[in-house]
């Protein structure tokens, strides 16, 4: 992929920020257009022709485009396997890493979504500790989880580590992480990652 990754997104926060990240920790280059979402450009058919879901993020590559976020990033993980965050098809560590990465990607997605949608998108203070109490579990799993290691899978940073670390800035965005003081360092540790950094996610946690 020799030409840009053209990268569209509505929002620094949403789910493109993994597709961004992930391209910056494989030094990809990449050309994000942003999709007016107030505007309802996603609804339109020019968009709708790119992605008949009109979801973000989608990638086009110049030969061919891609939706959903946690593939589009394994997709370029696995095309520049030297970069580490895919292990090897052989690999002992290959079972933990995709249960992490789809328990990431599917259960604790859909439940911090629920978290950040009433308390930024559609306050409603009841439904908000409603998803709160959904979510926790989860994290208290991934609190005890993380109590003595650096990472999700092993001893080295990789893909899993990209979704949540996405997840754990969006619930620090809803005031959702004060009982999980593992997950906050944690976060905050891959948030000195210079990709992780030059992707603009982790500056939005200083806006708040």
Not at 6 to 33: C, H, M, N, Q
Not at 173 to 182: D, T, V
Request: proline letters at 7%; charged letters at 20%; aromatic letters at 10%.
């Amino acid at each position: 992929m020799n030409l840009p990754l053209k990268l569209y997104s509505f929002a620094p926060f949403d789910r493109a920020a993994r597709v961004r990240w992930t391209a910056l920790e494989l030094g990809l280059p990449l050309e994000e257009i942003a999709v007016d979402y107030v505007a309802g450009e996603h609804t339109q058919p020019a968009y709708r022709q790119k992605n008949p879901f009109g979801q973000v993020p989608l990638i086009e590559t110049g030969q061919s485009s891609m939706t959903q976020s946690v593939a589009i990033c394994q997709f370029l993980a696995e095309q520049h396997p030297a970069a580490g965050l895919v292990p090897a098809l052989t690999s002992p560590l290959r079972a933990s890493w995709l249960s992490w990465l789809f328990l990431c990607a599917s259960d604790l997605d859909a439940r911090s979504f629920q978290v950040f949608n009433y308390t930024r998108l559609r306050p409603d203070a009841d439904k908000r500790a409603d998803a709160i109490k959904v979510v926790a579990p989860l994290l208290q799993v991934l609190e005890t989880h993380l109590a003595d290691r650096d990472y999700l899978v092993g001893d080295s940073f990789m893909l899993p580590d990209i979704v949540l670390g996405q997840e754990l800035v969006l619930l620090g965005l809803c005031k959702a992480l004060e009982e999980f003081p593992n997950l906050v360092r944690y976060r905050d540790r891959l948030g000195d990652r210079p990709a992780a950094r030059a992707s603009g996610l982790f500056a939005l946690l200083q806006q708040t």
